[in-house]
Nanobody, 122 residues
Framework: QVQLVESGGGLVQAGGSLRVSCATSGRTFSRYTMGWFRQTPEKEREFVAAIGWIGGSASYAESVKGRFTVSKDNAKKTVYLQMNSLKPDDTAVYYC???????????????WGQGTQVTVSS
């Protein structure tokens, strides 16, 4: 059974930092791209960042570039999203996903986690 399990969400003040994790299990994602997306009730699911298991090349949405960093630990089969200088606009449910294709397109991803809430207070 394929599983992506996010953790590490929570409440943080504006300007603070938070790291969310995505633990993978059930299959090998070595040829996949791991993506982070976020969603609020008012917006469609939005691309945040992505990283390839092989090579580790990363890409970011313009809105988070310079503040967020995506990384991976191959041995732990876990992907991380380090979020710094958080803003209230970053408040959302954050999802990790695994897939192949265009990294910033939700339709490229075959597997999704259940999401973790990140709330940034002003």
């Amino acid at each position: 059974q394929v599983q992506l399990v996010e953790s590490g969400g929570g409440l943080v003040q504006a300007g603070g930092s938070l790291r969310v994790s995505c633990a993978t299990s059930g299959r090998t994602f070595s040829r996949y791209t791991m993506g982070w997306f976020r969603q609020t009730p008012e917006k469609e699911r939005e691309f945040v960042a992505a990283i390839g298991w092989i090579g580790g090349s990363a890409s970011y949405a313009e809105s988070v570039k310079g503040r967020f960093t995506v990384s991976k630990d191959n041995a732990k089969k876990t992907v991380y999203l380090q979020m710094n200088s958080l803003k209230p606009d970053d408040t959302a449910v954050y999802y990790c996903a695994a897939g192949m294709g265009v990294p910033n397109q939700p339709s490229s991803y075959d597997y999704w986690g259940q999401g973790t809430q990140v709330t940034v207070s002003s």
